[in-house]
């Protein structure tokens, strides 16, 4: 059965993911869906669908709604995908919650959601435990506990109950049927908080919409044909993590999924479980370049990687494993504007403008929103010819929408250059970019010089306050194991290749970066309140 004959519909879309889940229950219900690679644990298209059904009764037997939002805190599982579709069933919004949260941030989306059930590993109970101690979270009302209930001093307005009493289902004489139809692009699927690197994370509402443009531009077209395996190794809190159960099921092919990266368990994983195809950030793919070399490392079943962002010596990666790369550009507010394809023209650039559906229009514009030529440096903005295949907003959050959303465009707050032939260049988020002696210099710059020193592994460059006016530039750096690397030694490596006013004034070498969960993105407004602070 192919994609584009299950796709087929009277309906004037596509089927959203819940469709496509569904037809593939009826059609192949015996093929692998979803695999943990902890556990070695998998579940069939057909049993995913029917205990989607089952969490969708007893969800309804306790009073979800459609558009009521539901908090998720669980680890990369199956269970993840029973909860989202029975939720989706109901038309109802999970709010999934990074299980690394604690305090203040736990609090804030608990709050922020308006979440009135969570469902929680009971691994991470005590976090719960303690922020509902400590803050006012009246609205949450009940707490679904997965690995069962155990005793735990939560407020005495919240009930809790197990997970496994919620997805037996209603007992006799209950509503037996929970669905309220497919969902179209305009229902919404999900809340996912950003990353809050420079503020309070905002809850983006993504439609299903936007949900299956996604999915559907992670890889060039015919990557993912019958035989490939899919391996996502990140959290499910982040669109990265759902994007590969959502391929699988949109394709038709296995998703291995794995709660977070592991190095010790990665190859392994790959070999076991036949993996084809997967994605690296760049500290994973730093940490699988350090390890040292040997015959076997071109002996596996891996072929297909898509990188963000690709670094300058990829080829060495390429060559060493026997695989090919791509890259692209996306935020959790969009769904994948810009591909390379499977030819990098340039491994600075995020490549070209996506072909097809959702058929986007990307501008990169002034701080009045007027379009810039080839060359200069602007603000990347977005909309797309096919509803719903962006962000539908913040929740709660109208200001904020509007601005991101003014003058019909998407504002993704990241700034861009494309030159005469069409290739697209990120050049930093526009709050990290740096203003001294007179220039704009973007931080991702200066960090590529740095980064160009051998015994550099990571580092993030800031811009502190001068006593001369405007900034000075800090760079944060992290060595490589057993090197003896000094601050002196990087401001002269910098000072010999680079234009003066990109050389760091200051240089600190710390063990590690700060970064978030799910996109490992340096939180710079950690390491400015760190200098500010005199840490």
Known sequence: MTTESILSSSRSHPAMLPAMLARRAERSPDDTCIIEAETGGRVTYRELADDAERVARGLKALGVRAGDTVATMLPHAIDTYRIWFGLARLGALEVPIGTRYRGRMLEHILDDSGAKLLVVDREYLDAIAQVLRDRDVAHLKRVVVRGGSRAVDLPGHVETMPLGELAAGPGDGAEQEAARGEPAPHDLAMVLYTSGTTGPSKGVLIPWGQVH?????????????????????????????????????????????????????????????????TALVSAMISI????????????????????????????????????????????????????????????????????????????????????????????????????????????????????????????????????????????????????????????????????????????????????????????????????????????????????????????????????????????????????????
Request: charge should be negative; charged fraction near 20%; proline fraction near 8%.
């Open 213 to 277: 443009a996604t999915v559907t531009g992670v890889f060039p077209e015919g990557t993912l044909e019958p035989g490939k395996v899919l391996y996502g190794p990140f959290p499910p809190n982040h669109i990265g993590g759902r994007l590969f159960p959502g391929m699988g099921i949109h394709f038709g092919v296995p998703a291995v999924i794995r709660h977070a990266f592991s190095a010790s368990a990665y190859w392994s994983d790959v070999a076991t479980y036949g993996c084809t195809t």
């Open 288 to 535: 699988l370049m350090a390890a040292p070399p040997s015959d076997g490392d071109g002996d596996n079943p891996l072929c297909d990687v898509l990188m963000n962002p690709v670094p300058a010596d990829y080829g060495r990666f390429q060559s060493r494993f026997g695989v090919r790369v791509c890259t692209d550009f996306n935020m959790t507010e969009i769904s994948i504007p810009l591909h390379s394809g499977w030819v990098i023209e340039d491994w600075r650039s995020c490549g070209r403008l996506r072909p097809g559906p959702p058929g986007y229009d990307i501008r990169i514009v002034d701080e009045h929103d007027n379009p810039v030529g080839p060359g200069v440096v602007g603000e990347l903005v977005c909309r797309t010819d096919t509803p719903w295949a962006l962000n539908a907003g913040y929740l709660g959050r109208p200001a904020e929408t509007a601005a991101a959303w003014r003058n019909g465009w998407f504002h993704t707050g990241d700034a861009f250059r494309v030159d005469e032939n069409g290739l697209y260049y990120f050049v930093d988020r526009i709050k990290d970019a740096i203003r001294r002696r007179g220039e704009n210099i973007s931080s991702f710059e200066i960090e590529q010089e740095v980064l160009a020193h051998p015994d550099v592994a990571e580092c993030a460059a800031i811009g502190v306050p001068s006593e001369l006016g405007e900034e000075d530039i800090k760079v944060f750096v992290v060595a490589r194991p057993g090197a003896s690397l000094t601050a002196e030694a990087v401001i002269a490596f910098v000072r010999s290749r680079s234009a003066d006013f990109m050389v760091p004034r200051f240089v600190e070498l710390i063990p590690e970066l700060p970064r978030t969960e799910a996109t490992q993105k340096v939180r710079k407004n950690e390491l400015r309140a760190r200098h500010a602070s005199g840490a």
